[in-house]
Structure formats: structure tokens, C-alpha cells
């Protein structure tokens, strides 16, 4: 199997056609997303594995190489990543490169938000908190507790902090001293990104996250980006939030889901 150079993973950007795997593929191809991309040849690939370096594999393409995928699955990514490991790939490539593993398939969702909508503002902002860009606020909500937390989730989507501040974008929900909500962009490419959202447990079900998404649903349309939002399906609040701001169904999809603590060093 070729690992393909930085810049190269336009090579594979074909055989991810689905549109959750398109988000991502794309925010690779345009230097946003951190993965290592592997396929069967550079010159011209027919199956392709794309890895984000911790929670998230991609695999697509046809399936005579099989068995070397399987190989280099359980020698690279297995013992490397997170233990728990999440694998976006078709019902027969998982029988083909997958079987065995101690993983379960679970059902996802898949919304992109429609320009036209408007979001649902009836949740007031709680007294004492309001909501600030991260993007140009990073450094004064960095002296806030549960900054550490956005920077983490940052470091996750993007090469660094930096260009998530450069090229990203993000909205969190604050006191004076602590951050409550935050939602940040992730597989940003031209005119589309993904979000990640999160809400601190203590402040949960007080229209935060929705307020928050707001605001950033709000930024995106002012300059011509589709956000998407990408959520388990039995994950009933993310899927209402979305709904709220506007968010449409897309598609369902499955992912396999496992546990691979056993396997790392």
C-alpha cells in the first residue's frame, strides 16, 4: 500500500462519494483536516484508507487487496490510536477487511443546513453568559476555564491552533470566567464545513447549544458557507438542535464502532 505525500490526497477524493464522506474528504484535500491517506496505488487508486490519526478511519474502493488492508490496519492504526475507534466503510468492505474485530455497527445522521432557513431563537441567553467568536476571541477565552477543552477539540480537527484561527471558525457561550457551550468548525474546504459541538454537563438543557449553533449558522451564511452537522442517531437532543437551526436530513449511514485498547503497546 502507498502512503501518499501531504498535498496528494486529491488522488483518492473519487471513491468517497457518499456525502458525510465527501465533507471529509474534502476538508483533507484542501489542507484543513489532519489525516494519513494510504492507497492501494498513487497513480491510480481503486480503494483508499484515510486515518485521522486518533478516533476516525475511512476506508472505500474495491476490495482485491483485502487482506493487505487488513494488514496494515492491524500494524499501523490498531495499536496507534485511541482504543475506541470509529470505521466509515460499506457492509462489504467491513465482511471483506473487518471481520472479526470486536466491533458493532451503529446508526448515524447526516444533515446539511438550508441557506434559506431561519434559526430558532426562542431560547433566551441566560443572564451572565453571552457568546463570543473563537476565533477572533481565542486569546481572551483562553484565560477562561474549559478553554483547554476547546483547544483540544481544535487540535483534533485542525494541523494546529493557528490555522484553525486563520481558516476556521468557532462560537462559544461564557461567563466572566467559565465556558459553558462552544461550536467549532471542522472539514472546512470551499464554501462547506462540518461542526463540532458541546455542551457542559451543568448547563445542559438551557437552549446553550442552541444559541450557540445560532450564532454560528448565522456567521456561515453571511459569507457563503454550508455548515453540516453529523450526529449518532439515537443522540436525540444533537439531532434537535440541528433541526432548530435549520439543519435538513441528508442521509443515514452506519459506522462500526470498537474497542481496540488491547491492541495498543
Same mark, same amino acid.
Given at each position: 500500500?502507498?502512503?501518499?505525500?501531504?498535498?496528494?490526497?486529491?488522488?483518492?477524493?473519487?471513491?468517497?462519494?457518499?456525502?458525510?464522506?465527501?465533507?471529509?474528504?474534502?476538508?483533507?484535500?484542501?489542507?484543513?483536516?489532519?489525516?494519513?491517506?494510504?492507497?492501494d496505488e498513487?497513480?491510480?487508486p481503486?480503494?483508499?484508507?484515510?486515518?485521522d490519526?486518533?478516533?476516525?478511519?475511512?476506508?472505500?474502493?474495491?476490495l482485491?487487496?483485502?487482506?493487505?488492508?487488513?494488514?496494515? !490496519?492491524?500494524?499501523?492504526?490498531?495499536?496507534?490510536?485511541?482504543s475506541?475507534?470509529?470505521?466509515?466503510?460499506?457492509?462489504?468492505?467491513?465482511?471483506a477487511v473487518f471481520?472479526?474485530?470486536?466491533?458493532?455497527?451503529?446508526?448515524?445522521? !447526516?444533515?446539511?443546513?438550508?441557506?434559506?432557513?431561519?434559526?430558532?431563537?426562542?431560547?433566551?441567553?441566560?443572564?451572565?453568559?453571552?457568546?463570543?467568536?473563537?476565533?477572533?476571541?481565542?486569546d481572551?477565552?483562553?484565560?477562561?476555564?474549559?478553554?483547554a477543552?476547546?483547544?483540544?477539540?481544535?487540535?483534533?480537527?485542525?494541523?494546529?491552533?493557528?490555522d484553525?484561527?486563520?481558516?476556521?471558525?468557532? !462560537?462559544?457561550?461564557?461567563?466572566?470566567?467559565?465556558i459553558?457551550?462552544w461550536?467549532?468548525?471542522e472539514?472546512?474546504?470551499?464554501?462547506?464545513c462540518?461542526?463540532?459541538?458541546?455542551?457542559?454537563?451543568?448547563?445542559?438543557?438551557?437552549?446553550?447549544?442552541?444559541?450557540?449553533?445560532?450564532?454560528?449558522?448565522?456567521?456561515?451564511?453571511a459569507?457563503?458557507?454550508?455548515?453540516?452537522?453529523?450526529?449518532?442517531?439515537?443522540?436525540?437532543?444533537?439531532?434537535?438542535?440541528?433541526?432548530?437551526?435549520?439543519?435538513?436530513?441528508?442521509e443515514?449511514?452506519?459506522?462500526?464502532?470498537?474497542? !481496540?485498547?488491547d491492541?495498543r503497546?
Amino acid at each position: 500500500m502507498d502512503l501518499l505525500p501531504g498535498g496528494e490526497a486529491h488522488r483518492v477524493r473519487h471513491l468517497f462519494g457518499r456525502a458525510h464522506l465527501r465533507l471529509v474528504i474534502d476538508g483533507v484535500v484542501a489542507g484543513n483536516t489532519p489525516a494519513t491517506v494510504w492507497a492501494d496505488e498513487a497513480g491510480a487508486p481503486r480503494s483508499a484508507l484515510v486515518w485521522d490519526g486518533t478516533h476516525n478511519l475511512y476506508f472505500a474502493g474495491d476490495l482485491d487487496r483485502a487482506g493487505e488492508w487488513r494488514d496494515l !490496519f492491524e500494524r499501523e492504526i490498531a495499536p496507534a490510536g485511541e482504543s475506541i475507534l470509529k470505521v466509515h466503510t460499506s457492509a462489504a468492505s467491513a465482511a471483506a477487511v473487518f471481520a472479526g474485530l470486536p466491533m458493532r455497527r451503529r446508526q448515524r445522521v !447526516f444533515y446539511r443546513r438550508d441557506p434559506r432557513a431561519v434559526a430558532d431563537r426562542r431560547p433566551r441567553l441566560p443572564a451572565g453568559l453571552r457568546i463570543t467568536p473563537i476565533h477572533e476571541g481565542y486569546d481572551d477565552l483562553s484565560a477562561l476555564a474549559n478553554a483547554a477543552d476547546i483547544t483540544a477539540e481544535i487540535r483534533l480537527g485542525w494541523h494546529s491552533v493557528a490555522d484553525f484561527r486563520r481558516d476556521g471558525l468557532g !462560537f462559544a457561550a461564557h461567563t466572566d470566567d467559565t465556558i459553558v457551550c462552544w461550536c467549532t468548525a471542522e472539514f472546512v474546504s470551499d464554501g462547506k464545513c462540518g461542526i463540532g459541538i458541546e455542551t457542559v454537563g451543568a448547563y445542559q438543557g438551557r437552549g446553550l447549544a442552541t444559541l450557540t449553533a445560532a450564532a454560528f449558522v448565522d456567521h456561515c451564511a453571511a459569507r457563503g458557507i454550508t455548515p453540516h452537522w453529523d450526529a449518532w442517531a439515537n443522540n436525540l437532543p444533537s439531532v434537535a438542535v440541528a433541526r432548530k437551526v435549520g439543519f435538513q436530513l441528508v442521509e443515514h449511514y452506519s459506522a462500526l464502532v470498537g474497542d !481496540f485498547a488491547d491492541l495498543r503497546p
